[in-house]
Every structure is written in structure tokens, then in C-alpha cells.
């Protein structure tokens, strides 16, 4: 085993998620309203919980020390052991369902702003977990495309994703 995969396992679960969602919620806010942003995160969770069943561990309180604390977020502990990859295929849909929900709100540095409210430390392990914030932004800028055609290919060893023809 690697020290990339020990070092996703050293952070919690709970603790990435909970990061993620701080961030997320303080860049809307900068954008919208901390209500808006409140309200948004709440009704994604809802949302992709279908998909995502261990997103109902996750509780956000009270928006008004949400503003200055990420203290109101708690996840119950279970959520420790669920699969990290599992954890970052719902961390991706919840970014994605963000951006495109605040739309043009969003503005083009949305997910630059993220990142660097996120932090490096937390932006490398949800990296790590297979959360891909260029696809994001890729999926956006061709979604004029026929995608059933294509499919977004991610080079690994590098910063660059492009599309290929299915065969």
C-alpha cells in the first residue's frame, strides 16, 4: 500500500465532509445569501441521499454560527466507515449540484474559490477519494455536446481532461 491511500484514511471521513460542506456553503454565501446557501445545502443532501443513503448521518443546525464555525455540522460516527471512494463520488455530486444550482450566481471562479476555502491539505484528500473539480467545469463547458458520443477522459499525470469518442 502506498502513503497516498494511508494519508486519505488519516483524516476522517466525517471531518472531510464536513469541510466540504463549509466551504461549499461559504462561497455561496459570498454569492447569495447565508440562507440560500444554508437552504441549498440542506436540500442537496435531501436530494442526493437516495443515491447516497450514509448522506443522512449528516446534520447542519444553526445557520447563524455556520457563518463563523463549522461546529454546526455534525455527522454521526458511523460515517467514519464508509469507503473513502464512496464518500468522494458523493462529495463530487454535491459539488457539481452546487455549482449548478447557483448557476450564474456561481460566476466562472466558483470552484477556484472552493478550492481555496477548502484549503490544500482537504482539497488533496478529496482528490484522493476520486473528487475531480476540473470535470466539473469540463461537463459544464460541453454540455452543447452529445455526450452519449464522447466520454471525459482525465489524465492522471496531469492537469488536463478532454474528450474522446466512445468506440
Request: with cysteine; charged share 30%; net charge negative.
Amino acid at each position: 500500500m502506498d502513503d497516498t491511500s494511508n494519508e486519505v484514511n488519516i483524516v476522517p471521513n466525517s471531518d472531510v465532509m464536513k469541510h466540504t460542506l463549509f466551504s461549499l456553503i461559504s462561497v455561496a454565501r459570498s454569492k447569495t445569501s447565508i440562507d440560500y446557501a444554508y437552504t441549498m445545502a440542506k436540500n442537496i443532501l435531501i436530494e442526493l441521499k437516495e443515491n447516497f443513503s450514509f448522506l443522512g448521518y449528516i446534520r447542519i443546525n444553526n445557520i447563524k454560527n455556520l457563518c463563523d464555525s463549522i461546529d454546526d455540522i455534525s455527522i454521526i460516527s458511523d460515517f467514519d466507515n464508509i469507503d473513502s471512494k464512496h464518500i468522494g463520488e458523493a462529495i463530487q455530486s454535491i459539488v457539481d449540484l452546487y455549482k449548478n444550482r447557483l448557476g450564474n450566481k456561481a460566476g466562472y471562479f466558483f470552484l477556484t474559490e472552493f478550492k481555496k476555502v477548502l484549503g490544500e491539505e482537504y482539497y488533496s484528500i478529496i482528490k484522493k477519494m476520486g473528487v475531480d473539480l476540473r470535470l466539473i467545469d469540463l461537463q459544464k463547458e460541453i454540455a452543447g455536446i452529445d455526450t452519449e458520443d464522447y466520454k471525459i477522459r482525465d489524465k492522471i499525470d496531469s492537469n488536463i481532461a478532454f474528450l474522446e469518442k466512445r468506440e
